[in-house]
């Protein structure tokens, strides 16, 4: 069992930046991808960045250009540096870890981007 625990979301003005961090405990394997998905009411669960435990990154083409992946691989916990952020960015954001036998997903953190 992997146990994903997620913070850093809340309420941000349209423009502005936040900064989710996801701390993966339990047993992980050394070979692993970590990453963010979200989901807007009504609306699919889609990717949103995801980073291998080697560092390679894919980046969803609502992040691209505005969102940073990272990971510190000894913390065993990712980042995703949300910048420029959009109303239209409003969801819940789920940390997922997945290796090669299993997929755990964290419990959502719910991102509102409101003036």
């Known amino acids: 069992q992997v146990q994903l625990v997620e913070s850093g979301g809340g309420l941000v003005q349209p423009g502005g930046s936040l900064r989710l961090s996801c701390a993966a405990s339990?047993?992980?394997?050394?070979?692993?991808?970590m990453g963010w998905y979200r989901q807007a009411p009504g609306k699919e669960r889609e990717l949103v960045a995801a980073i291998g435990s080697g560092g390679g990154r894919n980046y969803g083409d609502s992040a691209k250009g505005r969102f940073t992946i990272s990971r510190d691989n000894a913390k065993n916990t990712v980042y995703l540096q949300m910048n420029s952020l959009k109303p239209e960015d409003t969801a819940v954001y789920y940390c997922n870890y997945r290796d090669g036998r299993n997929t755990y997903w964290g419990q959502g953190t719910q991102v509102t981007v409101s003036s």
């Open positions: 339990g047993s992980i394997f050394v070979s692993n991808v």
